[in-house]
Antibody, heavy 119, light 107 residues
């Protein structure tokens, strides 16, 4: 059974760096075709894909946020870490990590973690 | 960036009714279109992948169709537990994008 869980701060100040950790079980990020993605949803707005890391360490980022994002995998720890620099109140929202199997759909999602950016 | 536009934004329906939700892409995405369901305080759940392939464990009343730019999610014989927000997602090209969502209310 695949499970994922996001963890990190619930409140960050403007200009600070957000670090979110996705801890997963039931799969390995060393398996060919597997990936873990990050998606967020600001309150009352549409979901926004942020980043994706593949089993072979290939990384993809949202072009609009690429300069602020870094995604890293720690295969032996079954974790994927997303950092976002220079946080702004508009970055407030629920952040999800999700499993990407052999195809390109996100088939299993974490429960999400709410992040508020406020001074 | 590929824009996905869903319709309607909101629909109020009665149990056993048939529901159709559409998702239109701003350019052709082949069949790389997926449908998710999200209930309040729950994480999103994959219903349909690649336009028409049912994900494991999804009730048979959920089906998908379409290719290119126009896609449809159909819920046959709606049940009360289907009250949720449904949204589409394309993985044809980066950046991945999502539709704005369709909220289904059960009367």
């Amino acid at each position: 059974q695949i499970t994922l869980k996001e963890s990190g701060p619930t409140l960050v100040k403007p200009t600070q760096t957000l670090t979110l950790t996705c801890t997963f079980s039931g799969f390995s990020l060393s398996t060919s075709g597997v990936g873990v993605g990050w998606i967020r949803q600001p309150p009352g707005k549409a979901r926004e894909w942020l980043a994706l890391i593949y089993w072979d360490d290939d990384k993809r980022y949202s072009p609009s946020l690429k300069s602020r994002l870094t995604i890293t995998k720690y295969t032996s720890k079954n974790q994927v870490v997303l950092t976002m620099t220079n946080m702004d109140p508009v970055d407030t929202g629920t952040y999800y990590c999700a499993h990407r199997g052999g195809d390109s759909a996100f088939d299993i999602w974490g429960q999400g973690t709410m992040v508020t950016v406020s001074s | 960036e590929i824009v996905l536009t869903q319709s309607p934004d909101f629909q109020s329906v009665t149990p056993k009714e048939k529901v159709t939700i559409t998702c239109r892409a701003s350019q052709s995405i082949g069949s790389s279109l997926h449908w998710y369901q999200q209930k309040p305080d729950q994480s999103p759940k994959l219903l349909i992948k690649y336009a028409s392939q049912s994900f494991s464990g999804v009730p048979s009343r959920f089906s998908g169709s379409g290719s290119g730019t126009d896609f449809t999610l159909t819920i046959n014989s709606l049940e009360a537990e289907d009250a949720a927000t449904y949204y589409c997602h394309q993985s044809s090209s980066f950046p991945y994008t999502f539709g704005q969502g369709t909220k289904l209310e059960i009367k």
